[in-house]
């Protein structure tokens, strides 16, 4: 069973900096597919921030582009978020996983890791 464990959250001021990493353990497929990070808020659908693709081509929503930058480390089977510049809007727990079709996934989720953002 493939297990995800994120980390790296905490609360910072507007304007800091914070690097989110996540754990996929259990996955022979890791370095084949697609993974990515995603918040959510509450009372909110959860959203897409950062995916990279197995051969390292990165996208990003328009609210963290030029601010966040998404990583992988196939041999360790991790992937990382990298937080520059962060705003009060990017409060949100954050969680990683891999697309799979249309509004699918292919892992269970994890219990994601808090970012607060408040000065």
């Known amino acids: 069973q493939v297990q995800l464990v994120e980390s790296g959250g905490g609360l910072v001021q507007p304007g800091e900096s914070l690097r989110l990493s996540c754990e996929v353990s259990g996955s022979f497929a890791f370095s084949i597919v697609t993974v990515g990070w995603y918040r959510q808020t509450p009372g909110k659908q959860r959203e897409s921030v950062a995916l990279?693709?197995?051969?390292?081509?990165?996208y990003y929503a328009d609210s963290v582009k030029g601010r966040f930058t998404v990583s992988r480390d196939n041999n360790k089977h991790k992937v990382h978020l990298q937080m520059n510049n962060l705003k009060a809007e990017d409060t949100a727990t954050y969680y990683c996983?891999?697309?799979?079709?249309?509004?699918?996934?292919?892992?269970?989720w994890g219990q994601g890791t808090l970012v607060t953002v408040s000065s």
């Open positions: 990279i693709t197995d051969g390292g081509t990165d």
């Open positions: 996983n891999a697309p799979y079709t249309a509004g699918s996934y292919r892992w269970d």
